[in-house]
């Protein structure tokens, strides 16, 4: 999975050190791994300032905050557990998730900050990759 920055900088995942996935940020000059952590989906913000990403390091899959321009990582508080993918809205202000919460795929809407929204849809059926029209 590749994005590109507002600026044309291109973030992407790459298995190159033998992990399942590292996550890297290239600017033309140089390349930058952006986190310790086993990233195993992201999606970047609008902005393109700054990214959402899928680790499961500590034990249980959770979704952190990542500041492209910082580098400061941080945990989302978020009620939605066991998350599988990610979409940030065109808008930035909502996150579509795709979480194992009761046995099957369901999708969420979380806002930024990690806070509970809403279900967006829950059904018999594994809803297991969010995206936005």
């Known amino acids: 999975m590749v994005k590109v920055?507002?600026?044309g900088k291109i973030v992407f995942l790459s298995t190159h050190l033998g992990r399942i996935y590292d996550l890297y940020?290239?600017?033309g000059d140089q390349v930058r791994r952006l986190t310790d952590r086993t990233?195993?989906?992201y999606d970047l913000a609008p902005d393109g300032r700054q990214l959402i990403f899928l680790s499961d390091e500590e034990g249980e899959r959770r979704?952190?905050?990542?500041d492209l321009e910082t580098s400061v990582e941080t945990p989302l508080p978020s009620e939605v557990t066991n998350p599988m993918a990610v979409a940030w809205s065109p808008q930035g202000d909502r996150i579509a998730v795709a979480a194992n919460v009761k046995?099957?795929?369901d999708l969420f809407l979380i806002n930024p900050e990690g806070r509970?929204?809403?279900v967006i849809a829950a059904t018999d059926a594994d809803e297991t990759d969010p995206a936005w029209a």
Do not use: C, I, K, M
């Open 5 to 7: 920055t507002a600026d």
């Open 103 to 105: 046995g099957d795929a």
């Open 116 to 118: 509970f929204l809403s």
């Open 63 to 66: 979704l952190y905050h990542l």
């Open 39 to 41: 990233v195993f989906a």
């Open 25 to 27: 940020l290239a600017d």
